[in-house]
């Protein structure tokens, strides 16, 4: 077991987002989080991430509570939320090196091949901050291409992407759970018609 | 651990991680010094290319201490003795103009939040920032000392003096600063807020070092204040990285 969410709550203000929500992870799947604006799922994500305490319950790595094996769980983890952490002011390439490298990575040539596979050819030099929203989108989740992390956690990752970046996420998907990894996303898309196995969780917006 | 390695030369047969090697062939390592580096160097590049956000608190301080004079009028006597309050008086306010810097960029483009997942102590990279935001700001004043001492006539026996309560004085305002922001970093308007919270703080240091300057011209040892801020540099430094942390754990909820 990979990852288990243990009754957890999050209560934000005066209103609980959700309650007893249970889910565990194995290596290998893919879990959707789902629901209305609102809902509470990218506040799942980032409990689930450990940036944010729940009001109850626990996140348990491999067994552990975060909390215990904050290190270890964070060696394994990749996480890409709604803002994605890339500096506008440096270039792709140079966003990318730094990932990679508090990653235990290194290039041993400068990335051009990933960058080609993202879609991004020719912008290696270019401050990311004169980017559009979708190429930017599209550093951030190159990282995925190199990670070599076990479990994803992606805040909307399709967002601003064309059709073609949403192909080749999916592609991206699938080898990562071929490898034995897994992904947490939440998402709008219809993921039913992918060649993986999609695991639901479903949030209801609460009043 | 095998698997890490079966997994890596999985990903290498597939051609996508081609261009990319692990530090060890076996197994990668995500070591402290690394990421303390990395940090550092990334946030140097950085700053490297927004340059005006560097040298407007210089520019102010430099203003500051050109319009002096002519305030209070070029008597040497006066200028002499009211030297080193004035440009550390300077030097802190110029501080506070750069001091939200720290974090606030970091929190709106979400390298903060990536910061906190790193597999390494939250505290380290923290002290990475404290570190950079030392250099770019407190060794550009360091450097503009000299003529700073000039254009107020501060006797030259104490120049050292005043070099030295800066150097030592000038980590606790990063230190301190960085508490301040990560505490702030979430408030849409924290700059007042920031420096209500910091200012009460600095005030010994500010009293100590011109006591040192003052206690030299006196031809009396400042070994004295020097130590006290010696000792407020070395507990803030090394204290402050953990309350950031808690501060920062804050601001990202």
Known sequence: ?207 | MTEHVTRAKAAITTGHTAAVKTTQQAQRVVSSRKVFQQIIRRDLRVAMRQRSDLLNPLIFLLIVITLFPLGVGPGPDILGRIAAGVIWVSALLSAMLGLERIFRDDFRDGALEQMLLLPVAVELSVLGKIVVHWLLTAVPVLLITPLLALLLNLPVQAWGVLWLTLLIGTPILSAAGAIGVALTVSLNKGGALLSLLLLPLLVPLLIFATAAVEATLAGVSPAGPLALIGAFSVLSVTLAPLAVKAGLRVSVN
């Open chain 1, 1 to 207: 077991m990979l990852l288990q969410g243990r009754e957890l709550q999050s209560v934000r203000g005066e209103r609980t987002l959700f309650s007893d929500i249970n889910l565990d992870v194995t290596s290998g799947q893919l879990w959707q989080i789902e629901g209305p604006n609102g809902a509470g799922k990218s506040s799942l994500l980032r409990i689930l991430a450990g940036l944010l305490p729940p009001q109850h319950g626990a996140v348990l790595f491999e067994g552990e509570r975060i909390e215990q094996c904050r290190e270890r769980y964070y060696y394994d983890l990749l996480f890409i939320g709604h803002k994605a952490g890339i500096k506008p002011e440096l270039t792709a390439i140079e966003n990318l090196e730094f990932y990679a490298a508090v990653e235990g990575l290194e290039f041993t040539q400068p990335p051009y091949e990933l960058l080609a596979q993202v879609g991004l050819v020719g912008l290696e030099d270019i401050p990311a901050q004169r980017l559009s929203a979708g190429q930017q989108r599209r550093i951030a989740l190159a990282r995925l291409w190199f990670s070599q992390t076990r479990l994803w956690i992606l805040d909307e990752p399709f967002t601003a992407l064309d059709v073609s970046g949403i192909a080749l996420l999916h592609e991206r998907f699938q080898q990562h759970l071929a490898h034995g990894g897994a992904i947490i996303l939440t998402s709008h898309q219809d993921l039913q018609s992918m060649s993986y196995p999609v695991q639901r969780l479903t949030l209801r917006y609460q009043h």
